[in-house]
């Protein structure tokens, strides 16, 4: 496994065209991307997948929810013969954020997965991992101070940093992804606290984001007042399953995103949603449930 970076490290990755399976990240000069930059919320059940898709079709998946139903869904925005993805993120070792990708393996390729460092000691962990090393796909260890380039767009880790990355609290240690686009501001956010929604408010300078995946699928203790109000989102998706029994999304949490505005959008109920940038506006599609 990648070793944790020191407190004074930040490590910047410069994403590039080429196909990963010469495992160099290297810098290299390309002409401008054009198009849209395309966001999707998966319709994955009680778990969280976010797809990204960056001009010039380079795509970077963040978790893949607890099961194969992720295979589904991202086949229906990709088609059945796009079988490539960049860049995977898992923001945190919990089965309803990764075991999606053991399945996601099986017929899709990957150039790089992203991780925070900690590994879990579950047995679909395990096959998780020796699926990445069989297949030779690195394994890059990124935490607070970090960034992913591709262009005009970047993908800034905003969250953990070395003391929540060692909580007894696995929520705490997953990674936040602030993503930025000449056309909107997206922050993706796992399974985060209060505690860590107070952290980013004291640490990012400016955490304003027209759209925010609502933190831990709604649970009454995300989404706080303060970091709504630091956040200012204008969309807030809510990735939860059909009848679930953690009663998310709370009702406490829906009450605190209708007062600051939110338009509020859920998988439960929309099935996978797309945003696309239009003009000064943010469109919504949806794709229905599986």
Do not use: C
Request: no cysteine; hydrophobic share 40%; charged share 20%.
């Amino acid at each position: 496994m990648s070793k944790r970076k020191p407190d004074n490290f930040s490590l910047i990755v410069i994403l590039s065209l080429v196909v990963f399976s010469v495992f160099v990240w290297t810098e290299i000069i390309r002409g401008a991307p054009t198009g849209l930059t395309r966001a999707f919320f998966l319709d994955v059940g009680q778990g969280d997948s976010e797809l990204v898709i960056f001009p010039g079709n380079v795509k970077i998946l963040t978790d893949a929810g607890p099961d194969r139903s992720v295979v589904g869904s991202i086949e229906k925005v990709l088609g059945r013969n796009d079988r490539y993805v960049d860049v995977a993120v898992i923001s945190h070792p919990q089965l309803d954020h990764f075991n999606g990708f053991n399945y996601l393996l099986e017929n899709y390729r990957f150039g790089i997965f992203v991780f925070n460092g900690r590994p879990a000691s579950s047995s679909k962990w395990g096959a998780f991992y020796k699926k990445v090393r069989d297949k030779k796909i690195p394994l890059l260890t990124l935490g607070a101070g970090d960034r992913i380039l591709y262009g005009s767009n970047s993908v800034d880790i905003v969250s953990p940093n070395n003391l929540y990355l060692q909580s007894a609290e696995l929520n705490d240690t997953g990674l936040v992804e602030m993503i930025k686009t000449p056309f909107f501001r997206m922050l993706l956010t796992g399974d985060i606290g209060t505690g860590v929604e107070k952290y980013l408010i004291g640490n990012v300078p400016n955490l304003k984001a027209d759209i925010l995946k609502v933190p831990h699928h709604g649970s009454a203790y995300s989404s706080g007042d303060d970091f709504l109000r630091a956040v200012s989102p204008k969309i807030g998706v809510i990735e939860v399953g059909l009848g679930n029994s953690y009663g998310h999304p709370a009702d406490s949490t829906l009450g605190r995103l209708g007062l600051a505005g939110v338009k509020i959008m859920r998988t439960d109920l929309h099935g996978t949603i797309e945003l696309v940038p239009e003009g000064n506006s943010i469109r919504i599609l949806t794709h229905g449930r599986r």
